[in-house]
Nanobody, 124 residues
Framework: VQLQASGGGLVQAGESLRLSCTAF?????MGWFRQAPGKEREFVSV????????SYSDSVKGRFTISRDNSKGTVTLQMNTLKPEDTAVYFC?????????????????????WGQGTQVTVSS
């Protein structure tokens, strides 16, 4: 299984970026995590298999929106009002298979597959 993340870049504080992850045919909950230099990889957002359930970390709630298009095999993270503290490498990940349609895990140990990461840098 290959996950391909894209859309990172360098922006100024207050601007927006959209990250995309291609995972065609992967019927799993999908999450976004991020890792800043010297820090642990942390949860950002998750969406369940059908797209009916989402969850966000407190630090991004209200600014980021996760969505998915299963017909295209893509998961998108729209990031608005970016802050310097959002600077990190962002990873998309596919959760372990679970029959529960509402399954949307927030712990990184619940994820089976990881993309290569895309750098997001927000300048002040």
């Amino acid at each position: 299984v290959q996950l391909q993340a894209s859309g990172g870049g360098l922006v100024q504080a207050g601007e927006s970026l959209r990250l995309s992850c291609t995972a065609f045919g992967l019927d799993r909950a999908m999450g976004w995590f991020r890792q800043a230099p010297g820090k642990e990889r942390e949860f950002v957002s998750v969406i369940n298999r059908s797209g009916s359930r989402t969850s966000y970390s407190d630090s991004v709630k209200g600014r980021f929106t996760i969505s998915r298009d299963n017909s295209k095999g893509t998961v998108t993270l729209q990031m608005n009002t970016l802050k310097p503290e959002d600077t990190a490498v962002y990873f998309c990940a596919a959760a372990f298979a679970n029959p529960n349609m509402l399954y949307a895990p927030v712990h990184k140990t619940s994820y089976a597959y990881w993309g290569q990461g895309t750098q997001v840098t927000v300048s002040s």
